[in-house]
């Protein structure tokens, strides 16, 4: 098989790419072994959330630019024109790179009747499953409605499903109430209620994704919503843990004119519907764009001196060798298989790159172990979740001498090192920015 561009993930950073070098009408493939870390996330776009990692971000480009000045080895900074670019020169260009890149990312999901909500230039403050918040760039519609600063003077009903055990809203709202003041928002009440979706009642495992898929059927949404209907009171705000698969955005508001209250969608556990619903979207996104997107596609490793020329992948019982002419390593972390556990060491898994700590450790001969703190939640985060590759500022995976190791082959995502995507809230945003930029090169 041959291809102009070969992709090797199908996450946010992967299929961003594959899009974008898709637009120069170059045949691009999109491969991957399972169903990859983006299902696995909140389905919202984090960009910059926290910096240093205990100050909360009002804006991401407020982020962006600190993180590009301050952090040499990050991939914004990288992107903003690396150690060699001067500081606020560096910002600039970064904030510049990542707003394009979203700007891309919105109007390709709008495409496929996604709606991502927000701005680079106000994080949006979105409640979860345990009651706590996360600031985000964008969310879907489904969640844009439920900032936490709306709730300001007025009521919130956080509203489970029994049988569910994922979410408990009298847990969440206690903690919401605690917790809002601290941010100067202050609700006149938050309290919670349980409702049943029919045909589930009577158990006590019932999963997040058959909520959602039930809500998709017209009657047991107006059952739903003549159940919301006796519980939401006086109260302005009600938070659904799901609004459904196929219809979220049209569900919502059916919910809302059945309530005329304002109905919103809690950022869930992993793996969550909105997740899901992310992935969908991106695949219908990518093929549109004429990518071919391949699950189930291993890829085992790779055939170079200093390009790469093919790569050697498992399809079901078969192995195969895919040629192109460039290649994009979107592969992402450990959750997404790019990164590997090894006799007890770190390693790249199909080109045996090295792999470098935050702060430009090479970690060849560095147990994992050290890269663990004993704490569960240490400050900063473990160091494990910020190691992986190092690029240029093209974006092309470096050796240990420091040099592009094939001119032919391009990164993006959580392959790369220098950030923590856990502790800053950023990996959307690095995935997208460095998605949609390796795509440009790989295209030029």
Same mark, same amino acid.
């Given at each position: 098989?041959?291809?102009?561009?070969?992709?090797?993930?199908?996450?946010?950073?992967?299929?961003?790419?594959?899009?974008?070098?898709?637009?120069?009408?170059?045949?691009?493939?999109?491969?991957?072994?399972?169903?990859?870390?983006?299902?696995?996330?909140?389905?919202?776009?984090?960009?910059?959330?926290?910096?240093?990692?205990?100050?909360?971000?009002?804006?991401?480009?407020?982020?962006?630019?600190?993180?590009?000045?301050?952090?040499?080895?990050?991939?914004?900074?990288?992107?903003?024109?690396?150690?060699? $670019?001067?500081?606020?020169?560096?910002?600039?260009?970064?904030?510049?790179?990542?707003?394009?890149?979203?700007?891309?990312?919105?109007?390709?999901?709008?495409?496929?009747?996604?709606?991502?909500?927000?701005?680079?230039?106000?994080?949006?403050?979105?409640?979860?499953?345990?009651?706590?918040?996360?600031?985000?760039?964008?969310?879907?519609?489904?969640?844009?409605?439920?900032?936490?600063?709306?709730?300001?003077?007025?009521?919130?009903?956080?509203?489970?499903?029994?049988?569910?055990?994922?979410?408990?809203?009298?847990?969440?709202?206690?903690?919401?109430?605690?917790?809002?003041?601290?941010?100067?928002?202050?609700?006149?009440?938050?309290?919670?209620?349980?409702?049943?979706?029919?045909?589930?009642?009577?158990?006590?495992?019932?999963?997040?994704?058959?909520?959602?898929?039930?809500?998709?059927?017209?009657?047991?949404?107006?059952?739903?919503?003549?159940?919301?209907?006796?519980?939401?009171?006086?109260?302005?705000?009600?938070?659904?843990?799901?609004?459904?698969?196929?219809?979220?955005?049209?569900?919502?508001?059916?919910? $809302?004119?059945?309530?005329?209250?304002?109905?919103?969608?809690?950022?869930?556990?992993?793996?969550?519907?909105?997740?899901?619903?992310?992935?969908?979207?991106?695949?219908?996104?990518?093929?549109?764009?004429?990518?071919?997107?391949?699950?189930?596609?291993?890829?085992?490793?790779?055939?170079?001196?200093?390009?790469?020329?093919?790569?050697?992948?498992?399809?079901?019982?078969?192995?195969?060798?895919?040629?192109?002419?460039?290649?994009?390593?979107?592969?992402?972390?450990?959750?997404?298989?790019?990164?590997?556990?090894?006799?007890?060491?770190?390693?790249?898994?199909?080109?045996?790159?090295?792999?470098?700590?935050?702060?430009?450790?090479?970690?060849?001969?560095?147990?994992?172990?050290?890269?663990?703190?004993?704490?569960?939640?240490?400050?900063?985060?473990?160091?494990?979740?910020?190691?992986?590759?190092?690029?240029?500022?093209?974006?092309?995976?470096?050796?240990?001498?420091?040099?592009?190791?094939?001119?032919?082959?391009? $990164?993006?995502?959580?392959?790369?090192?220098?950030?923590?995507?856990?502790?800053?809230?950023?990996?959307?945003?690095?995935?997208?920015?460095?998605?949609?930029?390796?795509?440009?090169?790989?295209?030029?």
């Amino acid at each position: 098989m041959k291809v102009d561009v070969f992709v090797i993930g199908a996450g946010v950073a992967g299929l961003t790419a594959a899009v974008k070098a898709a637009e120069k009408g170059l045949k691009v493939l999109a491969a991957e072994k399972g169903s990859g870390a983006t299902i696995q996330s909140s389905g919202v776009i984090d960009v910059a959330g926290y910096f240093p990692p205990n100050h909360l971000l009002a804006s991401a480009s407020e982020g962006v630019r600190t993180i590009a000045e301050k952090v040499k080895n990050h991939p914004y900074s990288i992107i903003g024109g690396g150690k060699k $670019a001067e500081p606020e020169r560096r910002g600039q260009e970064s904030e510049r790179k990542v707003r394009r890149a979203l700007e891309f990312f919105v109007e390709g999901m709008k495409s496929v009747g996604a709606n991502f909500m927000g701005s680079l230039d106000e994080n949006v403050l979105v409640t979860n499953f345990v009651g706590t918040f996360k600031p985000t760039c964008l969310c879907p519609f489904t969640m844009y409605n439920g900032d936490l600063r709306r709730l300001d003077g007025s009521s919130l009903v956080l509203v489970g499903v029994k049988g569910f055990p994922d979410y408990d809203p009298k847990f969440c709202a206690q903690s919401l109430w605690d917790i809002l003041p601290r941010l100067g928002i202050k609700p006149k009440s938050v309290s919670h209620a349980y409702i049943d979706v029919p045909s589930l009642g009577g158990r006590g495992d019932i999963l997040a994704i058959e909520i959602a898929r039930k809500m998709d059927d017209p009657e047991v949404l107006e059952n739903i919503g003549q159940s919301l209907q006796k519980v939401v009171g006086s109260a302005e705000h009600l938070a659904i843990p799901t609004c459904g698969v196929e219809s979220p955005e049209e569900n919502i508001k059916t919910l $809302a004119e059945a309530t005329g209250a304002n109905v919103f969608e809690v950022a869930s556990f992993p793996p969550s519907v909105p997740g899901y619903r992310l992935v969908k979207s991106l695949e219908k996104w990518a093929q549109k764009s004429g990518v071919s997107v391949r699950r189930g596609y291993k890829v085992l490793g790779a055939n170079f001196d200093k390009n790469v020329k093919s790569l050697r992948v498992e399809i079901g019982r078969k192995i195969v060798e895919i040629e192109a002419d460039v290649y994009i390593l979107a592969s992402g972390g450990f959750l997404g298989g790019g990164l590997k556990e090894e006799k007890d060491f770190i390693r790249e898994s199909i080109f045996n790159l090295p792999v470098y700590s935050s702060d430009g450790v090479n970690l060849e001969e560095v147990y994992l172990e050290k890269l663990l703190s004993r704490k569960v939640f240490p400050k900063g985060g473990h160091q494990l979740f910020s190691c992986g590759i190092l690029v240029d500022e093209n974006l092309q995976p470096l050796s240990e001498k420091g040099e592009p190791v094939h001119s032919n082959l391009y $990164a993006a995502g959580s392959i790369l090192s220098g950030y923590n995507y856990m502790a800053e809230k950023s990996g959307m945003g690095v995935a997208i920015a460095t998605g949609y930029l390796a795509g440009l090169k790989a295209s030029s």
